[in-house]
């Protein structure tokens, strides 16, 4: 059974590094992008289970990407997104509800991962 694969997306390397650390020490598949437009592409490319996304990032933002895979229809409009952000809203709340979950930074490990499983379990 091949390791579930995870796409995280933020234009912070620090950000980057510190939740691929805390995925791979759980077995998971790691796929990086700095942009969002990186973040299509290496989602349409590698399918990933599951998109963490920041939502202030050059080129296309966070929004952009999840206008981009809704408007694309199933199997991208059904990817579960994460929004990790440090921005503060209930409006961004309800929307990370409705395509999969919100984090506020900073978001300790073990939240981050309760949430993954949720999404894990859900889809293996």
Known sequence: MSSPKILVAD???TIRTRVRQILSREGIDVIE???????????YREQPMLA???INMPDTDGYGVCQELQSQGPPWSELPIIFLTSLESHALEMLGDKLGAYLHKP????KLLDVIHTF????S
């Open 11 to 13: 234009d912070s390397r």
């Open 33 to 43: 992008a700095e942009t969002g437009q990186a973040a299509l592409e290496q989602i």
């Open 52 to 54: 963490i996304l920041d």
């Open 107 to 110: 978001v300790t490990s073990q």
């Open 120 to 123: 894990t379990v859900a889809r």
